[in-house]
Structure formats: C-alpha cells, structure tokens
C-alpha cells in the first residue's frame, strides 16, 4: 500500500545521499522546504530517519504504457503511475499505442490534463511517428511537440519503410527531437513468439529471428548518419544490436539505446514451460544476449534501463503462450531485479545503478537536471538497499500482475518518492513515519 501526504517543510534525516547528477555520495540530511531543496531545516519539518536508506534524484523511466485512452481495462494513468511512483519512479514517459494512438495535438493534451489531476508521477507523453501508427504518413511533430511530446515512437511496430522513416529523421533534426524505434522487420520475424533458438525448436514454438531487430537498426544507423538526426533503440535485446550502436557511438552518430530490466537477468530457458507471463516482445534471449547487455550498460553503449512497463488483463493474457499478447509490468520490480542483475552480481554499485535510472534518461530526452541541490524543485527517491522482498503480484498497485517474478526473492527496494511537498511512502516501512 502505497501512502501519500503533503508537507511544506521536510527533513531526510541521516540518508545516503547518492546523486549522480551533482556528484554527490555522502551520508548527509536532505532539507525541502515549499517543494524544493532547502539549506537549512524548515519550522515544524516532518523528519524521515532515513538512517541505512540511499536518497537520489527521482528516478525516471522513459518506457512505460499506461494504456490510457482506450485500454484502461489494463491500466490507467491513476494505476500506472501509483505503481511508478510504488517502484521509486518520479517520472515516466508512456507510449502512444493506445487506442486511439497518440498521434494528434488532442490525444497528447488528453494525457497530459489527465496526468496533471490523478497521477502520482510526472507523465511525459510520447506521440507516433506516423498517423496511426501504420507507417504510411507521418505525424506533425511540430505540432505535437508543441502539445507536449517529448519523443516519437510507433512503439508495438518498427517503420520498415525506407522513405517514411528518412521523413521522419528528416523532420526530427528540424524539431531538435528524437526518434525511438521499436526494431522490427515483420517479414523477417515471421510471426515468431520467442526466440529463434534450441528452446522454441525443443518446445515446438515459432521463433523469432533476432536479425530483424539488428537489420533495422543497421538501416536506421545509416538514415541517421545522412540526416543528423537523434535515433534512440528501443528495448535492445542481441548482442549484435549493441555493437551496432557501439560502432556508431565510436562514429560520432547521436545513437543511444535502453534496455529493459528483464532482458538483464532472464533467458529464453524462462520460456521453456510456456508460460504466458516469459512472452514479451522483444523476446528473452541467449546468455550470450544478457551479457552483452550488461557489459553495455557498463561500458556505456546503453544508456539508460527502462521497464517497457506492458500492462495486460489477466484474462487475455492467460489464454496459452501462442496466443498471449507479448508483454509483462515492470515498475513495482525494476529496481530489486535491476540490482539483482548489476549490483549484487559485482558488476556495479548502486552509484552506477541510480545513474542509469537517472542522468540517463534525461540525456537521451534532452531534459536537464539538477539533481539534490539548494534551490531545485525536490524530486526524489528513497531507496533501502538491505530490504528483502518477495515479489507478489497480488500486492501490485498496477492493474496488471503479468510478471515471470512472482515469488522471487530480490534484494533491495524503493520506500518513497518526493515531488515537490509531495510524498509517497510504502505503508509497509512503518519507521519511516
């Protein structure tokens, strides 16, 4: 249970102060006062013993599907971002293949006066790339950028049409925005439900062959090398696709890429019982994928983890693996499987972590932040690192329990977000109060 209260004068007593944005690690009190970052206690301040917990900037996750308008079976604004914000998220940008899309200045400025009165996070909306998202006629992204928009995306399908996808860069580099591509040669996945391995053959499944991932990020490297424009990789998930990247970074390319939590920790062997809830899309890969996903993250050729946060009603999700739409939640579990996968693996430090959770996510969006400085508008998550907890999708603030998880074991866990005079604190940290 998620609680949520308002204070004009507040004081974080004793936390771990991680920000890399300032380049802050020290154990320090952090002091809000009317909503942003105060030198100094404010009069009758509501204290936090925050005494063992890490406090950084709000994390931020720019992959999410709230499915608002149109969907809201699965999820809603109210639910999504009180599972963001549950998950230690002060901000998400959602996808636009709701129903209708996000494809026009009405349908943004929708999102965005329903995120201003219910939701628990800040909502950035992201708008198609072509008019319903067919891939035939592009948007207007001047307009919708003045509406709101903050990226384009015809997420759920790539633009496999050459001319239409160089309008688009076109068009892009004109607005200063940037792409974000779902990387997918349908002709080339052929229907595939997992990956195109030992295990779909071994249980009988259509397999995904992960080149229509890599061809399309080939394709779209070279549109981006002609035009200038900014190109962002949706959910990467091969090895090969992440020296793709690698190579046009290495070139000077404005590239960056994501990549989910799940495809951090989880390999197609998870898909081997045909369970509904290890089909997403892309789909888990090899070993060999995970690693290189990680040492992406590592060596800087990933740029941020996302969730792809994919909400879906228990009874169209549990009808069989073929016929199972592809997708799992992610907010309520990021930061316990993130730092399962890259911090109690040895791999990185909970420095790492927040940076990737944070000043990434603001670099590919081109959006500045302060971080925990006097003077900046207080956004901030709490984070208890030593917290135990079962994954139980009963429990969940979204609407969706589509999660391969359920009864793990994760080490690590957000307690609180901050914006503004706003808190939210998990009721199950009852020394917090």
């Not at 007593?13 to 154990?27: L, M, N, T, Y």
Request: aromatic residues 4%; contains cysteine.
């Amino acid at each position: 249970m998620l609680t949520n209260s308002q204070y004009s004068a507040l004081t974080i007593e004793g936390a771990r102060v991680v920000d890399p944005i300032s380049q802050r690690d020290e154990v320090a009190d952090v002091f809000v006062v009317d909503g942003k970052i105060a030198a100094e206690p404010g009069v009758d301040a509501h204290k936090i013993d925050a005494s063992g917990l890490i406090v950084s900037p709000g994390l931020w996750d720019i992959h999410v599907h709230l499915r608002e308008p149109g969907q809201t079976h699965k999820e809603t604004i109210e639910s999504g971002t009180l599972a963001a914000a549950a998950g230690g998220f002060t901000l998400v940008a959602c996808m636009p293949n709701t129903a209708p899309p996000l494809d026009s200045p009405e349908a943004i400025r929708l999102v965005t006066d329903r995120a201003s009165i219910v939701s628990s996070a800040t909502v950035l909306p992201i708008a198609t790339i072509t008019k319903g998202r067919k891939g035939l006629e592009l948007t207007d992204f001047s307009s919708l950028q003045e509406a709101g928009a903050v990226a384009f995306t015809d997420d759920g399908d790539g633009v496999e049409d050459d001319a239409v996808m160089l309008g688009a860069f076109e068009q892009a580099a004109k607005v200063d925005t940037v792409l974000i591509q779902h990387c997918e040669y349908k002709e080339l996945s052929a229907g595939g439900v997992m990956h195109l391995g030992k295990v779909s053959k071994r249980i009988g499944m259509p397999g995904l062959d992960p080149r229509s991932e890599e061809a399309m990020i080939e394709r779209d490297i070279g549109l981006c090398r002609k035009t200038g424009g900014r190109y962002h990789v949706a959910h990467i998930s091969t090895a090969k696709a992440i020296d793709l990247v690698r190579q046009a970074k290495r070139e000077g390319l404005p590239v960056t890429t994501e990549v989910c939590t799940h495809h951090l920790l989880l390999t197609d062997d998870a898909c081997a019982e045909a369970a509904p809830n290890t089909k997403m899309h892309p789909p888990l890969r090899l070993q060999s994928d995970v690693d290189a996903c990680r040492q992406g993250l590592l060596d800087g050729t990933i740029d941020c983890i996302v969730t792809d946060h994919a909400p879906h009603a228990a009874i169209e999700k549990n009808v069989g693996f073929l016929k199972a739409p592809a997708g799992i939640v992610g907010l309520e579990t990021a930061v316990g499987i993130a730092a399962e996968a890259m911090v109690h693996s040895g791999l990185a430090d909970w420095v790492r972590l927040i940076e990737w959770f944070t000043t990434g996510p603001a670099r590919i969006l081109h959006r500045s932040r302060k971080g925990i400085v006097v003077g900046a508008d207080s956004e901030l998550t709490l984070i208890d690192p030593a917290a135990t907890w079962c994954v139980t999708p009963e429990q969940f603030l979204s609407l969706g329990r589509n999660t391969p998880f359920a009864g793990r074991s994760l080490l690590g866990q957000p307690v609180g977000t901050v914006r503004g005079a706003a808190v939210a604190m998990m009721a199950a940290t009852a020394r917090l109060f």
